[in-house]
């Protein structure tokens, strides 16, 4: 158990839909990071944050957001949600910005329907 | 730009054999190099690391050593068994940019 938590485990959802998913990050880690993983592409670095702000962005859709609340639970949105979404997206914490090992979450299976 | 390349998958062995999985690494600064792990149905974990130049990082009858001549970080084990079955991760990260590159992963499968 890494101590990273993240919900839902799974989640099945239509094409063109919105969905949430939210990562709480290991206790005293400052920084959230989220990847997404398909078969075909596999790890792919989305967005960090770091006690609140954005720190990096990676290969992110302008349709998926993700932001860091005051208590540094991290959610990331997906809208208008495509066939090709469909993957597991996992968080990962640190506790520092950049160079710390990063722990992660047991991830969310997405699956656009 | 900085990027870790690492060698394609499947990688097939029987148990007992020696691992090998090869990673190499280009980056403009001085990075940590890192190995992750990934078991079927779980999320990656921390399987080593090294953070300069000749360093050796070491774990679970896992190895790496950080080689700055040839910017490498092979990934070797004397003895698979077959619950090392996993898909590995070779990862750079650069001080001071943010950072944080994986490679595309090695899946090894060990059979008995």
């Known amino acids: 158990d890494s101590g990273v938590t993240q919900t839902p485990k799974h989640l099945i959802t239509a094409t063109g839909q919105r969905v949430t998913l939210r990562c709480s990050p290991r206790s005293g880690d400052l920084s959230v990071y989220w990847y997404q993983q398909s078969l075909d592409q596999g790890l792919q670095f989305l967005i960090q944050?770091?006690?609140?702000?954005?720190?990096a962005k990676g290969n992110i859709l302008e349709r998926f957001s993700a932001q860091q609340f005051p208590d540094l639970h991290s959610e990331l949105n997906l809208s208008s949600l495509e066939l090709g979404d469909s993957a597991l997206y996992f968080c990962?914490?640190?506790?520092?910005?950049?160079?710390?090992?990063?722990?992660f979450g047991p991830g969310t299976r997405l699956t656009v329907l | 730009g900085d990027s870790v390349t690492q060698m394609e998958g499947p990688v097939t062995l029987s148990e007992e054999a020696f691992l090998t999985i090869n990673c190499t690494y280009t980056a403009t600064g001085y990075p940590s190099l890192f190995w992750y792990v990934q078991y079927p149905g779980e999320g990656l974990q921390l399987l080593l690391k090294?953070?300069?130049?000749?360093d050796k990082g070491s774990n679970k009858g896992f190895e790496a050593t950080y080689r700055k001549e040839t910017t490498s970080f092979h990934l070797e084990k004397g003895s698979v068994q077959v619950s090392d079955s996993a898909v590995y991760f070779c990862a750079l990260s650069v001080a001071g940019t943010y950072k944080y590159i994986f490679g595309t992963g090695t899946r090894l499968k060990v059979l008995a």
């Open positions: 944050y770091y006690n609140g702000e954005e720190r």
């Open positions: 090294a953070t300069k130049a000749d």
């Open positions: 990962a914490s640190s506790v520092g910005e950049v160079t710390d090992t990063q722990y």
